[in-house]
């Protein structure tokens, strides 16, 4: 992704756009599921950002120990959170891994409302945006080891308390698509 | 996978999402671009449904005459126009074609929130989803000679007034982005 | 495509092709390569099913350590087995991954003739094949540590006894393609 | 593909096949559906072979006007038709296209049981595999106008006497599966 | 895309690599076959350029009506022609399809070395790589109606005079490799 | 890839390249980065043959830790060192994996000019091209603990001297890149 010369037209569109609709930032995640650090984040970049749009990360991948819910029910979690929590100011984008990193930011500049800010504390991330010109911000931080999708996987399928690591309406969500016997199911479990 | 059907598990699923987050129903379209016969369509949907699913059909495709803007400047389109008009039960999906008709409702599934009905007029889309188990609803009717994408496309190729036929943030998005040079030149016309 | 569902029309559908052509059952196994534990367990499915479709899993592998044969190679062997044993009520098919589990049990549906009941033992294939609305049955036992495809693989690789570990056709094919070299070739062993 | 020395080994290695379990040909048709043409076809071919693998090609598409059923309904009519006629000298193959002729070869090569003739007229078929190498025979001929794929298509839209035109069991089948309805839902007719 | 800022690193990047080695401009053509205006391109961009990429797109299709040559074979010819003619300064690289728009520069920059100035003609080329901020200019001219492929495909298909239209080599390529039986038989002619 | 006879056609087309453009060799290596023993191969492989194919393999990698480079930066690093060296019969060619061996062979050959002779030690590229019936050489040995793409990208990392292991051309690739920047960061290193 190097070029040598500011194009002048894309500058222009993208001035334009934030003038007209306000400007946008992105953050991605796989919400495997949405937890407790992840609303950390999102509250922070909501209300620092005029837009943000939510990237669901390996959209395509459901049903497999690591990946146990599928895009739409990562959606689902997402939006009943973010509208329970009177948050409106966001769009979710659902994301396929792509397989080359080096089409990766094409990919997401594709299915997400233009965007000029990109938050990420991961390495890759934060390089291949950045190789393609995007302004970084770091992504705030929560207590990583009290919230994780993998504690939170961990825990439903050993049948520890889960719930209190993510958001009321997850919970139920997981409830309500019989999460808890899948997770269990996939991992070849009783 | 949420169909009201034979299995009690998924019935009994579908059921609790429900009863939860309210009905969910679905409607796709290319949305290229969003036009006032869309928006016809998508305001008497989302009047009668809890919550409106509107998945951005084609997704991948954005640059060719018939499919000039990308997913995401098309989920711009439709969440600004909606935001104005202070529609809020709705969320926005895009999908990707699969190429192999046997695998796009699983496809669908996996993109969207549960959804238990579906909104078109299309005979295939409503065979796919009739075959799938899902309630199939007519769309609502509209002014198809007035109101279709290619006649707005045509008009903008050819320097005609379209900006009447679609949203005034639609315009705008379209302007914004430098979008009448872009179905120009890909036209490869002046 | 074919549950006993809520949806009426495909419910008469494989009520129709039930009455028909019988009820068909689906299993489905990688065989690398087929050995007597498969053996087993067909014998004892398709004893008991009208029509019996044996599904090749990961029927796009080949050449590598723990999927050394192609899937033509596969349908060889099960294909002249069956025939040598006089089991005449069975169908062959090559699936291929599909890389993302919520479209798996749609691409089984559209590649094998019409079925209604699933045999496995495997959680991940049970779970989903259950969130689809299909019968499950227990797939018949057999000794696993004396019959595995790594068993065999691991004993073709290091010069031990393999042939009594599959059926006699098996090894005759394995020898006629070069497969015991082939094997060997893959590991990068002598 | 052009290459310049006879492989001993791959040589040996068919005919040892060839001495164990006799001489494979193939044949590849779409079968949309199986009709009383295609079946001179079969019945000569597997007359005058040891063992005739079947090739459905275009195996992923259904659904479309010219592709109504799946692979499976196809391979389900090829099974019933043969069984019924004591035809058994056969194996069934779904083939997906590729979509890059310089692998299509490869790509049957890999899923069907090994085989050393092609019967085809098609000029690429022919041209594709006698570039790898394969003995090339024509396929018998018989009636093109009256017996082909698109004349029962456009007879099962347009409410015409097709019956005539497939095998018993093939009208059977489509009858079962709601076929009919099936075709003229996806041309968007009533 | 449109970005808003001025990648600093990346552009002393390019800087860099443009110090060290010298400016890169890129063309891409079919080359179905490599005929007398492409040289007439090839000839005036390489002079005017320090180095030259030629991508050969689509580089995935052959044994086609309109794409009858491999990729390698493609290559091939444009090697050999610029060897005989003693020009140096260039880099061959074979692109595949990438089947939408929104990621295609992504790939041609992964695949290229990095290079700043493209050349082209075609309005949506022109638009994409405009969009990523690349320096376009216009492709020399040649005269268009006597040199196109499809008028030499059409002439070899015809058995018309079509070697006067090559360069002396391309010829002496499409017959080595039987080229002109190939797009005979590919296009079911005798 | 069994086939039973010689195809003398395909077999007189090679003759006839052969005898016009010279015999073509192919090596195949990842190249992340070049390294002196990569060089030491080229070298003699270059100096044995008339021509020399160098392909580049999983090209669609970059950004990855064992793959930190895209195909277009392996492919100036080869093509500069190579033009420093006064090494001038080569062609390099980007190949991107295909993920089933069966086909891989296939698509070698439709990417690189018509070949012969295949350099290699890997025992299974070895047996793919042994299979498909091409003439095999040993890959000239080097000092593999010295030079390796592993110790050279680990060094990058460490910050250890790794220039002495890559030609010079690379190096000043790889810091006119960012080179170790990049390998730093998609390690999450600092």
């Known amino acids: 992704m190097t070029k040598e010369s500011f194009n002048l037209d894309a500058d222009k569109g993208i001035m334009a756009t934030k003038r007209v609709f306000g400007e946008h930032s992105l953050m991605i995640g796989r919400f495997q599921p949405l937890h407790n650090g992840h609303m950390e984040v999102i509250r922070k970049c909501a209300a620092e950002s005029e837009n943000l749009t939510i990237g669901i990360g390996s959209a395509q991948l459901s049903h497999e120990v690591d990946n146990p819910f599928t895009a739409g029910e990562r959606y689902l979690m997402i939006n009943e959170v973010l509208k329970a929590e009177r948050i409106s100011n966001y769009c979710i984008v659902p994301i396929e891994d ?3 990193y080096s089409l990766w930011v094409a990919q997401v500049e594709s299915l997400s409302p233009p965007f000029s800010i990109v938050y990420s504390n991961n390495p890759l991330t934060r390089r291949l945006f ?5 302004e970084l911000r770091d992504s705030p931080l929560y207590n990583r080891e009290m919230y994780s999708g993998t504690v939170v996987r961990k825990k439903i399928l050993e049948g520890e308390e889960w719930r209190k690591l993510v ?3 997850v919970a139920e969500i997981i409830d309500s698509i019989d999460g808890v016997r899948r997770v269990r199911d996939i991992s070849g479990g009783d």
Chains 1, 2, 3, 4, 5, 6 share one sequence.
């Open 167 to 169: 958001p009321k309406k």
């Open 98 to 100: 792509i397989n080359r």
């Open 130 to 134: 950045s190789e393609a010109g995007y």
